[in-house]
Structures are given as structure tokens and as C-alpha cells.
């Protein structure tokens, strides 16, 4: 197709021929540049922004109250069509904001409706929008991470009393209880949480009323746009405020940290499957198209896999953020797909993880095998030093008791006192209750330790906590 056919077409939307353009846009440009395709998900908070735009250019004049009120009737009869999905996109939208002006102006007339824009760019307002929206979605993700951790928290009280192995460089180090492990991965999950909290007011910040990157030429109180918006406040600079996207590089950063720690929690899961210590529900595990015996955890594969594609995103935007000068450019539409891609896939973690946790089921006689007298080592240097022998000592006399039994071809529990006192004859027959897992987890009382009191007060805080989400 020759380049004079291609562009022989109207130039859509509310930018067409007769103004600065003469000619048509390139059918392949006008597809190249449109978004509306992914940033119609922001269309009630570009409502809600010309709304608000409408009220304040009231307020000094440029609107009537009775233009006002027929663009706001009009602005609402928009949304409920968004509402019950009869909003029709139709050619010419390049995006959400010349789609919803462009049926404001049809239901209201071109008299009134092209008013609404008046000191208003669409670099102010895409900000504006994109704000709006993610301050909605980082709330209703608190929502979401409340639910995984009160469900993580009745979990981990129901199996109180179940132990397990805990490992260091995947070895067998020392005996935990079960719930003890799932509420250390709860305590990042909070970190995540507080963090997000810590976004949410830089990102709820005004920038409607900036323009297109000088200000605002008729006086718009951007105070009142953002009292009537909901931000905390209004941006300190108009060129900034067109440009920044510093709150979707933040949120982005943070959902590929999130998805980092749900993929620690899936991969542990993912190992304590395997090794029959716990069972996935069948609702989030899938068989195999040839061997009939599979139950494949894909729930926990996928939740694994998706932190590298989260990082991805994080990364990819602050690339394309690096080279652009002030202020608003194009390229800054690329923040979108991202944005909300990573929020889509925050909250199907989130949803995955806490089915998969509130469904589980630990195999205690499984996890009570997987444990091994000799994780009780420090437990056996412990015992020295309550006697008054210093640590570095008893370190090496229980590292020595250690290399007897496996000489021996033996369990270190299975040592008799003779030959411990050999090695140093300051044990006594009480070191036999040193083989004890109970006793040995009992012991790590100290706050946060693995002790059911200590692991009661996690619990307990991890719970108030998420009702606070």
C-alpha cells in the first residue's frame, strides 16, 4: 500500500483537520499511537477528574453554573454507561479522555461540552487519572494482603503444635514449628504491606490543574481540585507534575519485592510437597496430559515464576524513564500496560497464595520425620554452657560428638554417656533429655523464637495487624 493511500484518511478523534493538521493520519500512526485499548480502565477516575475540573473552572468563571450542572449531568450519564458496559468506543478515540469527551459532547452538544477542556491538557489530566487510579488499586491490594494474612494467622494457630524441620543452605539445622515457618514468610508479607502504605501519599497528590507544562492560565484553585479529588495535597511543580512517574516506578518496584517473597513462600511449599510434609489441595494443582499419577503444584510453579517477569516490568519502565528530557513526552504512555499488569497480577497472587495456605494440609508424621537427632547438636553444646562452659568450648565438644556418630555409623542420640564423657566428662546422665524436639523448640523462648508462647504473640500481632489493612 503506497503512503498517500495510508494517510488519506480523516484524522480521528477530537484533533482532526482543519486546525494545525491539514491532512489525515497514517491508519497504521493512529494505531501505533492510540491507548485507548488499556487506559480505558481508568474511565470513572477521568470522570471523576472532570468533575471536579468542571466544578473548579465554575468557580472562576469560565463556566456557568448552568453550564456547569448540563456537564456534570452529562459527565454522569457517561459514567453510567461505563457503568453497565454501553459505552461504545468507537473510531476516533485515541483514548479514555477524547472517548469520554467525545460522548459528553454528544449528549450536551459541542456548545457547552467544549468548554470542559478550557486550561486543561491531557498531560494534566492522564496524571491526574493514573494517580486516582493507583491509589484505588494500592488500597484494594491492602484489602487483599489483609485477607491472605488473617487466613495465614488461623492456619498457623489451628497447627500450633506441629513441628518441623528448619533448614539453613538447605541443611537441617534446628526444629521449628510449622507455624513458626509460614509466619516468617507472613512477617515479609507485612513489610510489603507497610511499605505500600508508605506509597500511598506520595502517590495522592494533585497534579490537575498544571496544563501542559506551565500552569493553569485562568486561576484554577488546584486546593479545591484536590479537596474535591481526595489527594492529600497539590504537586509542587507544574513541569514535574506533567512528567512524574516516580509513584508507578515506586509501585512497580514493590510488587516485584511482594512477588519475590510469595515466590520464597512457594518455592519452601513447593519443596515440603514434594517431600510429603504437605498437601495441596487439588484446587490449585493440575495433572499431567500423559502420566495419570501426577498432581503437579502449577498453582505454586506459576506464583514462583511470575517475580521474574514483575522484576521485569520495574526495570523496564525506569529504562524507558532515563533519557527523557522536561516534560511531557510519549513515551510516558508505556507506563500504563505495566502499571496495570502488575496490579492484575499482584492480586491474582494474592488470591492464589491465600487459597493455597487456607487449604493445605501439613503432614505431621511426615514433617516429625524429616527431622533428625542431629539438628539437637546446638542443643548439646547448649547444655554445656549451662553448665558453665563457654560456647566456642561446647561448640567444638558437640562438633566432636557429632563426627563420633557418623565414624560410628550411628545416630548422635544414640551416643551412651560413656562415650560423650570420653569426649568431655562434664556430661552427666541428665544430657539425655537433650534428644528432645519439644523441649529443644520450648527453649527458644525469646521474642519472635520458635517457642508456642513467642509464636502465639506472632500470631496474635500479625493478626491485628492485617485487621488494620
Request: aromatic share 6%; glycine share 8%.
Amino acid at each position: 500500500m503506497s503512503g498517500k493511500e495510508e494517510v488519506s484518511g480523516a484524522r480521528g478523534g477530537l484533533f482532526g483537520a482543519g486546525g494545525r493538521f491539514k491532512g489525515g493520519t497514517d491508519p497504521i500512526m493512529e494505531k501505533f499511537n492510540e491507548s485507548i485499548g488499556f487506559d480505558k480502565r481508568m474511565w470513572a477516575q477521568d470522570i471523576r477528574g472532570s468533575i471536579a475540573y468542571a466544578k473548579a473552572t465554575t468557580l472562576v468563571g469560565i463556566l456557568t453554573p448552568e453550564e456547569s450542572s448540563t456537564i456534570i449531568s452529562g459527565l454522569e450519564k457517561v459514567h453510567a454507561e461505563w457503568a453497565s458496559d454501553t459505552f461504545v468506543i468507537q473510531p476516533g478515540d485515541e483514548d479514555i479522555h477524547t472517548a469520554n469527551e467525545r460522548r459528553l459532547t454528544e449528549i450536551i452538544g459541542p456548545e457547552v461540552g467544549g468548554k470542559l477542556h478550557t486550561g486543561r491538557s491531557r498531560n494534566d489530566q492522564v496524571a491526574t487519572d493514573t494517580r486516582l487510579w493507583i491509589v484505588d488499586a494500592e488500597r484494594d491490594i491492602l484489602k487483599d494482603i489483609g485477607t491472605l494474612l488473617e487466613g495465614a494467622c488461623e492456619f498457623a494457630t489451628t497447627h500450633i503444635d506441629v513441628l518441623m524441620a528448619g533448614y539453613t543452605h538447605l541443611q537441617p539445622a534446628q526444629p521449628i514449628r510449622f507455624s513458626h515457618w509460614l509466619m516468617s514468610h507472613m512477617a515479609a508479607i507485612t513489610r510489603d504491606a507497610e511499605r505500600l502504605r508508605e506509597l500511598i501519599p506520595r502517590a495522592n497528590m494533585c497534579p490537575l490543574g498544571s496544563g501542559a507544562l506551565a500552569g493553569n492560565a485562568f486561576g484554577v484553585d488546584r486546593e479545591f481540585l484536590a479537596k474535591e479529588l481526595g489527594f492529600d495535597g497539590v504537586t509542587s511543580n507544574s513541569l514535574d507534575s506533567v512528567c512524574d512517574r516516580d509513584f508507578v516506578v515506586e509501585f512497580l518496584m514493590w510488587h516485584s519485592l511482594l512477588l519475590t517473597h510469595l515466590s520464597q513462600l512457594a518455592e519452601d511449599l513447593i519443596i515440603n510437597n514434594m517431600l510429603k510434609c504437605v498437601e495441596m489441595d487439588d484446587a490449585y494443582a493440575t495433572g499431567s496430559s500423559l502420566m495419570p499419577q501426577k498432581k503437579n503444584p502449577d498453582a505454586l510453579e506459576l506464583l514462583r515464576g511470575k517475580a521474574g517477569v514483575a522484576l521485569g516490568r520495574s526495570v523496564g519502565l525506569m529504562a524507558t524513564l532515563k533519557g527523557l528530557p522536561r516534560a511531557y513526552n510519549k513515551d510516558l504512555q508505556e507506563d500504563k500496560v505495566p502499571l496495570f499488569d502488575a496490579v492484575d497480577t499482584v492480586k491474582d497472587c494474592l488470591a492464589i497464595a491465600t487459597g493455597v495456605i487456607v487449604t493445605m494440609k501439613p503432614n505431621p508424621k511426615m514433617l516429625m520425620k524429616a527431622l533428625c537427632p542431629e539438628m539437637l547438636a546446638t542443643d548439646l553444646a547448649d547444655y554445656l554452657v549451662r553448665k558453665g562452659v563457654p560456647f566456642r568450648e561446647t561448640h567444638h565438644i558437640s562438633g566432636a560428638c557429632v563426627r563420633l556418630a557418623e565414624e560410628s555409623g550411628v545416630s548422635i542420640d544414640t551416643l551412651t554417656l560413656e562415650q560423650l564423657q570420653n569426649i568431655d566428662a562434664r556430661f552427666e546422665a541428665d544430657v539425655l533429655n537433650v534428644w528432645n524436639y519439644e523441649v529443644s523448640v520450648e527453649r527458644k523462648s525469646s521474642i519472635g523464637g520458635t517457642a508456642k508462647a513467642r509464636v502465639v504473640e506472632q500470631i496474635e500481632k500479625c493478626s491485628a495487624f492485617a485487621k488494620t489493612l
